[in-house]
C-alpha cells in the first residue's frame, strides 16, 4: 500500500513538471517563429545598459516589491533624481534663510515655546532648517515628483510640485492650529510662496541640462525596439525623434507581419523579424520595447509579453494609433480587465475661451499703448529706407473662413508683387507660402525687422478687433486656395501672431510639418498651453530661429 502511494505521487509530480514546461514554453514562444532577419548591427555601449542574463524565466507569479533581485536597465534617472533630491532641499532651505532674515516676525509663535532641549530660536531653527525641508521632501516623493515617468517631459511634473506647495502649507497652518501656535502669516506665505519658485527654477535648469545630455551625448535616454508592422512602427519612430529631448531612442524595429513587408524599403534602423525578443533586446542593447498600433491589439499577445518581459529589467510601453493626441484629452476606462481609451472632444469654448479672449484684447491694447514710440521709431526707419507706404495689408483667412487685412510692417520694395512672378522657381518653401533665405525684394532695415519679428508687431491691431489671437494658427494668404480637408480644420480658431509653428522652427518646417504642429494646436488647445507658447516665442525670437 505504501509503495503504490509512493508511486502514484511520482506520477502526479511528473504530470505537473510537463504541465509547468508547457505554460512557461507557450509564453516565451509567443512571438517566435522562424529567423529571417535583416543585416545585424552590433551593440551599441550605453551608460544606463546593464543586461543581467541569469534573471529567471518569468511565470506570471507577482513578485515581492522588497524582494525583487532584478534592477530597470535603464538607470538614467537614479543620479537624475539623487540630484533633484539635493535640489529641492537647498531650494527649500533657502526659502528658509531668507524669510528669517527678512522678515523680523519670523520667529513669532516660537518665542514662548520650547521642545525638549530647545527653546526660542533654537526651536524655529529646528523646525525651519530641519524638520520642514524634510516634511517638503517627503510631500514632493509622495506627490510623485520624483517618478521617472514624469521627469524630464511634460507639464506634470510641475503641476504635482505645486500641488505639493499647496499641501505643505495646509499641514502647517494644521499643525499650527492644533498646537494654537500664533505663527507669522506673513512667513508661512514667504516660505512656501519662495520654496515653489526655487524648487520649479531648479527642476527647470535640471532639466535644461537632461536635456542638452541627450541631444548632445545621447546620454540619460531610453533605446526602445518598436515592435508592429513597418507602417505603424515608422509612425512611431516619427513621432519620437521629433523631439530628442524626450530621451527615447528607436534602435531597432521588430516586424509582426515577416521580413518580406520590408525587402526593398529603406528604413532608418536595422529591420528583424521572427526574433526572440529578449536575446533582440540583449543584442542592440534596449531597455525598453513599445508595441505599436495594431500589434496591441492581438487577444493575449501583449499580456504574454508583459509576463515574458518581467524580471528583466526592460521597459514595456505601448504606442496606440492616436498621433498628435495630447495627454489631458486621453482617458483610460478600465471595464472587466479591458483598458479603453476615451478621446475627449477639443475645448474651444466654455470659461477658458473666454479667459483667452480678454487677455487678448486687454494684452494688445496695453501692448500698442506701451509700444507706441518704438513703433514711431520704427516706421520712421522704414519711410528712410524705402519711399512708400509703412504698413503692409494683405488679406488673410481668419476664423470660420473669414477673411480681414493682415497689419505688418512693410519690409519689401514696394514693387515686391510685381517681382514675385520673376522668383517663383527660386522658392524654398513646399507649401502655400513663397519663402526665400536671401529674398532680393527684401531691403536692409526690413531684413531687420523680419530677422527679430518686429515686423508683425502691428498684428496688435488684429488682435485688439477681434481677427487674430495672440496665440493660434498660422494665418494663410486668402488667394493661395480654399482650404479644403485636414487644412480647413486650423480655421476653427483666429490665427495668432505667435504659435506652435513658430516655436517648433519657423519657416524653416516643411508644409505638411506645419499643418500638422497647427492641427495639433487646435485639438490640443488649453490656457496653459498658450501661455507656454508666448513663454517659449521669447526664446525664439531671441535667437531668431528660422526668421527669414
Known sequence: MTAALAETRKLVAVRNLFRMREDVGDVTTSLRRPVTDSSRSKPVPYDSFEWQPDQPPSNGVARSAWNRTHKRLSRWHRPYTLALVILDLLA???????????????????????????HGGELFSFFAYLVLPLGWLILLWANGTYDRRYLGLGSEEFKRIVRTSVTVVAC?????FATKTGLSRGTVAMVSVSALFFLIFDRVAARQVLHLARRRYGHGAHRMILVGTLPEALEVYTAVTRSPAAGLIPVAIHLTDGYAAARGIETPVPVYATRDLLSLVREVGADTIAVCGSASAEPGEL??????????????VVAPQLTDI????????PIEGLPLLHVEEPTLSGPGWLTKNLLDRVAAGLGLLLLS??????????????????FFRQ??????GRTFRVWKFRTMYVDAEERKATLEELNESDGMMFKMKEDPRIFSFGQKL??????????????????MSLVGPRPLPAEDGDYLGDVRRRLLVRPGMTGLWQVSGRSDLS????????????????LTYDLGILWRTIWVVLKRKGAY
Open 92 to 118: 527649500v532651505l533657502l526659502a528658509s534663510y531668507l524669510a528669517s532674515t527678512l522678515l523680523e516676525k519670523s520667529k513669532s509663535g516660537f518665542d514662548q515655546r520650547s521642545l525638549w532641549f530647545l
Open 172 to 176: 502647517v497652518s494644521l499643525l499650527a
Open 303 to 316: 499580456r504574454r509579453l508583459a509576463w515574458q518581459l518581467e524580471g528583466t529589467g526592460v521597459d514595456l
Open 326 to 333: 495630447a495627454g489631458p484629452r486621453v482617458h483610460i476606462r
Open 373 to 390: 514710440p518704438f513703433l514711431a521709431v520704427i516706421a520712421l526707419g522704414i519711410r528712410l529706407s524705402d519711399p512708400g507706404p509703412v
Open 395 to 400: 488679406p488673410r483667412v481668419g476664423h470660420e
Open 450 to 467: 523680419r530677422a527679430t519679428s518686429m515686423d508683425e508687431l502691428p498684428q496688435l491691431i488684429n488682435v485688439l478687433k477681434g481677427e
Open 511 to 526: 508644409w505638411d510639418e506645419a499643418v500638422r504642429l497647427d492641427l495639433y494646436y487646435v485639438d490640443n488647445w488649453s
